[in-house]
């Protein structure tokens, strides 16, 4: 029997949700601005008359009983057995836990489910976009941070209290630089937007190198990790090893995912990740090097397939029986 | 209702086996040499005849329908779904891939279940040692390798293709030494038995240091992991510092499989767990410099509590319904 499921994507300048089947499809989308300057309660005001809307669209009205719950990805602390949002990234004036679970039911009447935004992107694909069918999934997704997380079959491993998944702390070199969560030398701080940017403009700061970049940023124009992308793309050598030095950090961190849960499949999106090979290479030669058994070990890196589509459709899958 | 499960835990030495109950009693226990001088097919008929005594035995004749199964943990590359044990470390002339759980099952009737030694020691503790009711366990078996299982509500974790768990091969140190297993920097290097000893080796050596270690090696004894033990038990400072380093890098990977798994517990055996707090505390600094969300991360460190007796009882919980 089809089952729709209502997911949302939390992020700081925008609302994205969509109406998803149990097949993975997207009925229908909507994206509505955060206005996370109102504060929490607001914009958990303006998420639930969303969810109220969507219910009435003619859509999904004329299906109402094949509405299954409510999936909900967020940054910040989420606490998914409690259903409650604490101090989401990017959205001010919201620093306690806001109880959203209970306040979605007793409002739609749905099952609701919350989780943190990267568990719902890896959720995504894990169940309809590059991890589709695989077994356990690794998902990281390279933005401002690192995000991170574990499917197996079809749902999120949380660990034993559900903060399982931070894959982007993993420490990478012990001595390497301390990182804002506290940690030193985590992968974060090497293949984030921010390091990427960081360690390009560190290089383009010692002018011994000729690159794309240094003339794009003579105006002081700052250096970001998409100029990086774009240079790297028309083979940069500045850029090229802003990339590759990202990117066998990333391959020491995945080989250690390998060995630890040996997943069938790592898939990698965010931004850096429209690099494709060009970044993967370098995380499969680390590989190659450091994860042992090989014949048994064999995990594939590919790219995230939903784009900006991973966060709502997550969310909806928290809601659906997928498996 | 009681069940009873057949344990046995495949060494190089010895064969262990125990009949254990689904409370973790064993109501018996038998030891036996492994003689694998004469090759696989004579051990895997030794263990097997080991099994028919057990079940003639009269604590558990008396009790024969309530034995639900057998279960094997074994060194070596382990098939649990195929069944296989191949290539037990330790056991010569046993080259290809033995199907014990067919050969077991048609001999003796009963559901027989094999896993690597090291998720049996793992599955052992999580279940009826310190991990016990505990819902994400890591283990950890600090011997001539450093062994590592992953047992979630009471199950192995296995990953997608049975391999996972090898958090001996865990890269702390890109950087790092090289490993038996291709890789580079695992935590094995630094913390198993072997690379303790083959540290205070170096410092002694050098000889620069005041030591029992120095003594104790002065006629050409090489020094031993217990040796070092026993020194750091003394306050030798050079032993403590050999301590200090493996618990500094134990301490890395740790943290790591904390972001990653969120266990509610880490379980650490083997014979380097003897030290305790001496070589817990270094785990422990590590892992509040670097693990972060504290009060959601807290994990507990502490030492495993089955001895002798971890392999073949967490080889018993293979074929048992623990939860």
Known sequence: MEQLSIGIDLGGTYIKAGVITNQGKA????????????????????????????????????????????????PGLVDQRA????????????????PIKKIFEERHGLPTQADND?????????????????????????????GGAIVVDGKVFHGSR???????????DPEGPPCAC??????????SAN?????????????????????????????????????AVKQDPLALRVIARAGRYLGVAV????????????????GAS????????????????????SPYYTTEVCRAQLGEDAGFTGAACLALTVR
């Open 162 to 172: 559900g903060y399982a998944g931070e894959l982007g702390h993993t420490c990478v």
């Open 255 to 270: 080989s250690n995912f390998c060995v630890a849960l040996n997943p069938e499949v790592v898939v990698i999106g965010g």
């Open 118 to 146: 990267a568990n719902a992107c890896g959720l995504g694909e894990a169940c309809f976009g590059a991890g589709r069918g695989k077994s356990v999934v690794v998902a990281l997704t390279l933005g401002t941070g690192v």
């Open 195 to 231: 390091a990427i940017a960081r360690y390009a403009t560190e290089l383009v700061a010692q002018g011994r190198h000729k690159s794309y970049l240094v003339d794009w940023s003579r105006d002081g124009t700052p250096i970001t990790s998409k100029m990086v992308y774009e240079a």
């Open 274 to 293: 429209a690099m494709g090979d060009l970044l993967f290479d370098h995380i499969r030669r680390e590989m190659e090097m450091r994860v042992y058994f």
């Open 182 to 191: 506290g940690g030193i030398g985590c992968v974060e701080g090497y293949a």
């Open 27 to 74: 009925i229908r989308q909507w994206k509505i601005p955060t206005e996370g300057q109102q504060g929490g309660p607001a914009v958990v005001r303006r998420m639930s008359d969303l969810v109220a809307e969507i219910l009435e669209s003619p859509e999904v009205a004329s299906k109402r009983d094949s509405v299954v719950g409510v999936g909900i990805g967020s």
């Open 83 to 98: 259903g409650t949002i604490t101090r989401p990234v990017n959205i001010p004036n919201w620093e306690d836990a806001v």
